[in-house]
Nanobody, 117 residues
Framework: VQLQASGGGLVQAGGSLRLSCTASGRTFRYNYVAWFRQAPGKDRELVAR????????HYADSVKGRFTISKDSAKNTVNLQMNSLKSEDTAVYYC???????????WGQGTQVTVSS
């Protein structure tokens, strides 16, 4: 499977961005799709994940109430709507897919999100 992430950019604190991740190839193998992020000098962290079969979401505490993960099955696309952005949301965001919620087997190329305060 190949993943293409898009939608990153520069935004002021309090603003919004929408990230998209489009999958191509053998996507039927994967049950979970997720967004991770990695800020400079920090470990990669899970932001949100979605169970594909029923769209059950899970969010990191730091983004609950501000971010929403959703899917468009017809387009094999997963979106991450990010509202009320904070400077600490600045990071490279990666989408990933996996057969279970712990292990992710394929990753997108990353898209930079920069939030200015």
């Amino acid at each position: 499977v190949q993943l293409q992430a898009s939608g990153g950019g520069l935004v002021q604190a309090g603003g919004s961005l929408r990230l998209s991740c489009t999958a191509s190839g053998r996507t039927f193998r994967y049950n979970y799709v997720a967004w991770f992020r990695q800020a400079p000098g920090k470990d990669r962290e899970l932001v949100a994940r979605l169970r594909w079969v029923d769209s059950t979401p899970h969010y990191a505490d730091s983004v609950k109430g501000r971010f929403t993960i959703s899917k468009d099955s017809a387009k094999n696309t997963v979106n991450l709507q990010m509202n009320s952005l904070k400077s600490e949301d600045t990071a490279v965001y990666y989408c990933a897919v996996g057969s279970n919620w712990i292990r992710y087997d394929a990753w997108g190329q990353g898209t930079q999100v920069t939030v200015s305060s």
